[in-house]
């Protein structure tokens, strides 16, 4: 099941919500739905494990989570943890990550939008344009934190 570890009023679209809400039982059944996985992180505050569906954006040989909706959840118990794991069905692969926040992190976000223009969520998240330059989108990069994915050694489970 998925637990949402968004807080209304922290920028999510309530529409995001309800379409995690659909996708999550499908990944957790292992269907393969393109880019998406389950992200599963252990809440910051709490502790308690948290479960949501994310992009794992592949670009440059390198695999990144890019939060386009900017500070949520997720992106907070990532930043404490350092690690979480990727999930879907029984496939799950332990994850460690590193925040970017140099220029890559503009490319990275710039390759994600234009990637994935036709999507009116990502669409609507960000300011810069698919044909934008990469000017455009380090005026908004601190808007969409982006880590970079290492394996954590613990390999497909």
Do not use: C, Y
């Not at 234009?114 to 609507?124: A, L, M």
């Amino acid at each position: 099941m998925i637990q949402d570890n968004e807080q209304p009023g922290n920028g999510l679209p309530p529409a995001m919500l309800r379409v995690g809400g659909l996708l999550g039982p499908l990944l957790n059944a292992g269907v393969p739905l393109g880019p998406l996985w389950l992200l599963e992180t252990r809440g910051r505050k709490t502790g308690a494990p948290r479960t949501v569906p994310v992009v794992v954006f592949r670009s440059d040989g390198e695999r990144w989570l890019v939060s386009v909706f900017g500070e949520t959840g997720w992106v907070g118990n990532l930043r404490a943890a350092g690690a979480a794991q990727l999930r879907r069905g029984r496939r799950a692969e332990r994850i460690e990550v590193t925040e970017v926040r140099d220029e890559r992190r503009a490319m990275v976000a710039m390759r994600l939008r234009r990637s994935f223009w036709f999507i009116p969520f990502v669409r609507d998240a960000f300011a810069a344009g698919p044909r934008d330059g990469a000017e455009a989108f380090e005026a908004e990069a601190g808007r969409h934190p982006v880590f970079l994915i290492s394996d954590a050694g613990g390999g497909l489970a």
